[in-house]
């Protein structure tokens, strides 16, 4: 089991002015963290809608739904940041902090990863952690081989029976 970058979505989306800085040189404004909130919104909320109403509102055609499990995905050389997707999504998944038109992307610290990264040290709202992950953790969703998300928001409740 090896450590994970774990971004707490439930305290991220709570907190409207949550921060966290970026040790990756070449973002230009230090907020390569939000290209993880958005990769984990779109692994954790979003519903794979029919519709994909976000896919047809981007004129630029920017969003794309994968083939294998129909997530959409951002190009981020096509997006213009007009935020047409995030009003688009009836369900609210796409936050519209995290499409910018000048993107820095997450590069998970490959390579500069001796403790915990900046963003860890740095995040204002506790939402980022950087800790080992089991593979059956409950409400923990994992994202590739190093981020994790972690959400209540989809917990299965129990049917409700009816008074006769």
């Keep these: 089991m090896s450590?994970?970058?774990?971004?707490?979505?439930?305290?991220?989306?709570?907190?409207p002015d949550c921060t966290a800085s970026c040790s990756y040189y070449y973002h230009p404004d230090n907020d390569g963290v939000l290209s993880v909130v958005e990769l984990a919104s779109f692994e954790?909320?979003?519903?794979?809608c029919e519709l994909k109403?976000?896919?047809?509102a981007c004129r630029y055609d920017a969003l794309k739904t994968t083939e294998d499990d129909g997530m959409p995905k951002r190009s981020n050389m096509l997006c213009t940041g007009c935020k047409s997707c995030s009003q688009a999504c009836p369900?609210?998944?796409?936050?519209?902090?995290?499409?910018?038109?000048?993107?820095?992307?997450c590069d998970e610290c490959i390579?500069?990863?001796?403790?915990a990264p900046e963003c860890v040290r740095t995040c204002s709202c506790d939402a980022i952690k950087y800790e080992e992950v089991p593979?059956?953790?409950e409400d923990v969703h994992l994202i590739g081989d190093f981020i994790a998300a972690k959400s209540?928001?989809?917990?299965?409740?129990e049917p409700v029976e009816e008074k006769e």
């Design 3 to 15: 450590k994970r970058l774990i971004i707490d979505l439930d305290k991220w989306r709570s907190t």
């Design 44 to 48: 954790v909320f979003c519903r794979r």
């Design 53 to 56: 109403s976000c896919v047809n």
């Design 91 to 105: 369900f609210g998944i796409i936050i519209p902090t995290t499409l910018r038109y000048i993107a820095s992307i």
């Design 111 to 115: 390579g500069r990863r001796d403790d």
């Design 135 to 137: 593979e059956d953790a």
């Design 152 to 157: 209540r928001a989809w917990q299965k409740s």
